[in-house]
């Protein structure tokens, strides 16, 4: 066997176990994703602590896993006492309008302009028994005959959360005790796959990346959440900090704001308290368009020099093809897109570079 024979099954055979692996762990990837995304943003969070510890990495670790984990959890852990208090009314309600339809509400025609084309298109589709599974595409509603039939299928998937939810604090503690040595072993993967050279230019952007996406996302989206919720607040909704608060965390996923400024709208004007309604739909689209056009990819795009369209499309384009987590992973693949074009030597804002050798 020569030489060139040899590395072919040696490539081969690494090839084959990279597969194998990524096939045995492909269920746990979006926890590990989530985990690389928090580590990599809050980094230098934790190499301030570390210090102030004496270096001690476990302690560390855990005390900032602990600190996320409760800023995570007690939100969340609020949402779901909430949320379990109204989930059997809610679930039978649900499963009543989907079976027997939803009637047009009869202030649907009182609206200016759009209420006629509002109401027909409710009686076309939610007025019909089934409506609502065929609107929402999910035709397993249809096998729901009682609320305690929903709570179930909602606990299933709620329980799958949670599990993935753990995992992806678990792996969050060892990438930080662990982070320093995983990265310098990165670092030496790539730069023996491609240049040194060429590895630390393109590997250097990435938590630039990271970090300024998860504080445009974070950031603009609370802001949206007090900015519409002093429209909530002028209009008279009740409890309106609490749907500022949803607001707020919606308004984290681009579009994912109009959710609750409609649905507050939607229950302003079912007490009759039409003007109201409309108010907040026209205030909410003006702060999510101004917000999620503008101020979010202004932010990102200043810290990594990424192009408006560029944040744009990495923002919509990672949310559109991966859920979630592409809000996080299409800016920095982006990045790397236009760190690429720029090392062609095609265009750095009408300045050549010259490519990495």
Not at 113 to 142: C, F, Y
Not at 149 to 159: E, L, S
Request: contains cysteine; proline residues 4%; hydrophobic residues 60%.
């Amino acid at each position: 066997m020569n030489e060139t024979q040899r590395d072919i099954l040696s490539a081969g055979f690494s090839l084959m176990l990279i597969v194998l692996a990524a096939f045995v762990m492909h269920r746990f990837f979006l926890p590990l994703v989530w985990a690389g995304i928090l580590c990599v943003a809050t980094w230098p969070l934790y190499v301030r602590l570390r210090a102030r510890m004496g270096g001690r990495d476990v302690l560390a670790a855990a005390v900032l896993t602990l600190l996320m984990l409760a800023v995570f959890v007690v939100p969340l852990a609020l949402g779901v006492t909430q949320a379990a208090r109204q989930a059997p009314e809610l679930a039978a309600f649900v499963v009543k309008a989907n079976t027997d339809g939803l009637p047009v509400p009869a202030f649907m025609q009182n609206l200016p302009m759009v209420g006629d084309w509002i109401a027909d298109w409710w009686q076309a589709t939610l007025s019909q028994p089934h409506g609502l599974a065929h609107l929402l595409s999910e035709h397993e509603i249809n096998g729901l005959h009682s609320a305690s039939d929903m709570i179930k299928v909602v606990g299933a998937g709620f329980m799958h959360r949670l599990m993935d939810f753990g995992l992806a604090f678990l792996c969050l503690f060892f990438f930080y005790k662990d982070g320093a040595a995983l990265s310098r072993q990165i670092h030496a993967i790539g730069s023996h796959c491609v240049s040194e050279e060429r590895w630390a230019h393109f590997s250097a952007k990435v938590p630039t990346a990271i970090r300024a996406t998860v504080n445009g996302l974070v950031l603009v989206g609370l802001a949206e959440g007090v900015l519409i919720g002093i429209g909530y607040a002028l209009a008279g909704l009740h409890s309106a900090a609490v749907w500022g608060a949803v607001t707020g965390i919606l308004a984290i996923i681009p579009f994912g704001a109009p959710i609750a400024f409609l649905s507050a709208a939607a229950l302003l004007a079912s007490q009759g308290a039409v003007a109201g309604a409309i108010a907040v739909a026209v205030w909410g689209s003006i702060v999510l368009f101004v917000a999620d056009h503008f101020v979010r990819p202004g932010m990102i795009g200043n810290a990594t020099r990424l192009p408006f369209l560029a944040v744009l499309f990495g923002i919509l384009g990672g949310v559109e093809t991966l859920g979630l987590v592409g809000l996080f992973i299409g800016p920095v693949v982006m990045v790397l897109f236009v760190t690429l074009w720029y090392e062609a030597n095609l265009f750095d804002d009408g300045r050549p570079v010259a490519t990495p050798r």
